[in-house]
């Protein structure tokens, strides 16, 4: 989901929504005064009992890992909130956004359309629809005039644990990094690689932080690309999945051809590269011929070939889950 902003990416775990996206096209060319913060500022409005269940705490703690690794960046603004904290979170969002970018609305119409019913990408229906299914929404949502609002919504009562919800804070601010290193506020590569770059990242930090297994979530993501009927089209029937894996497979074949078996950081910092030229030169197609040494529509055949070729039958693939515990193992131990 989104809250009315351009470039939509959205990531599905069974009921788990995570969205991501760029600025409104709705502007005009007023120069806007940009934000200084140089460290996230937090808006929390949650229930005493998700404060108990340190859904906040965790959040923050993920976007702690995420900046160790990326970097801090000026203008992350995060919005912590449940359904009593969609006012607040609509008040000062658009605040913020009148203030810092150059968006058409008035702050009354731009309050008014986030908790307007009918708009189903808004603060309040986003966190109603969470609600429903005792889940959340995480997005960041915009990237014009150096601004990141980051949005984590929550149930009332959240199915997942909030140390696994943490991972998604990782993921989300990996979207922060890329949008970073933008020069358009629309990236140039597709869903597949900024979707399947920020879902590895956050696996790999998360499983490290002892958020989650990373095994067991990678092998649940294989499940879903050997469950895709036509395997000519894994890269677009499950762009998210199929990217985590694709990526892990270009990380590996990195390392590989360093020479590199354990504490492997070659494959992770070319990826950072890739994004960065790719964000700088608006050119996603010369960047990774030029950064891994193949095209994409090459890298694409030779992925799709490793990920099909692996045995899987009932939820399971012993090929696949060997794989991982090699790469995974091949990796620094800290992130």
């Not at 889950?321 to 990796?331: Q, V």
């Amino acid at each position: 989901m989104n809250f009315q902003f351009k470039n939509l990416f959205v990531i599905c775990f069974s009921m788990l929504i995570i969205s991501c996206s760029s600025a409104d096209s709705t502007s005009t060319s007023t120069t806007k005064t940009p934000p200084t913060n140089t460290a996230p500022i937090y808006l929390t409005s949650i229930s005493s009992s998700l404060t108990t269940s340190e859904y906040d705490t965790k959040f923050k703690e993920g976007i702690d890992a995420g900046i160790a690794y990326f970097g801090s960046f000026t203008g992350v603004h995060i919005y912590i909130y449940d359904q009593n904290g969609a006012e607040a979170v609509a008040k000062d969002f658009c605040e913020k956004r009148i203030s810092y970018t150059t968006i058409t609305m008035t702050y009354d119409e731009c309050y008014a359309n986030e908790l307007s019913a009918s708009n189903e990408y808004g603060v309040k229906s986003t966190i109603v629809a969470s609600n429903s299914s005792n889940n959340f929404n995480a997005a960041v949502n915009g990237s014009e005039n150096s601004y990141y609002p980051m949005f984590f919504g929550l149930s009332d009562t959240p199915t997942p644990t909030a140390t696994y919800l943490a991972q998604f804070a990782i993921h989300e601010y990996a979207h922060v990094y890329q949008l970073s290193h933008s020069v358009s506020l629309d990236l140039p590569y597709t869903s597949w690689i900024s979707e399947g770059y920020a879902q590895l990242i956050a696996l790999i930090i998360g499983s490290q932080k002892s958020y989650l297994t990373f095994n067991t979530e990678m092998v649940s993501s294989f499940g879903t690309i050997r469950g895709v009927t036509d395997n000519s089209t894994i890269f677009t029937a499950a762009p998210y999945a199929t990217g985590t894996w694709a990526l892990a497979y270009l990380m590996n074949k990195v390392n590989t051809a360093n020479s590199c078996l354990s504490n492997c950081s070659v494959g992770l910092e070319a990826l950072k590269t890739y994004l960065k030229t790719a964000g700088a030169s608006g050119d996603s197609a010369t960047s990774f011929q030029s950064t891994f040494g193949l095209s994409l529509t090459d890298f694409k055949t030779e992925a799709s070939a490793f990920l099909l070729a692996m045995d899987y039958s009932s939820g399971s693939s012993t090929e696949a889950s060997a794989w991982l515990t090699t790469f995974y193992n091949s990796l620094p131990t800290s992130l």
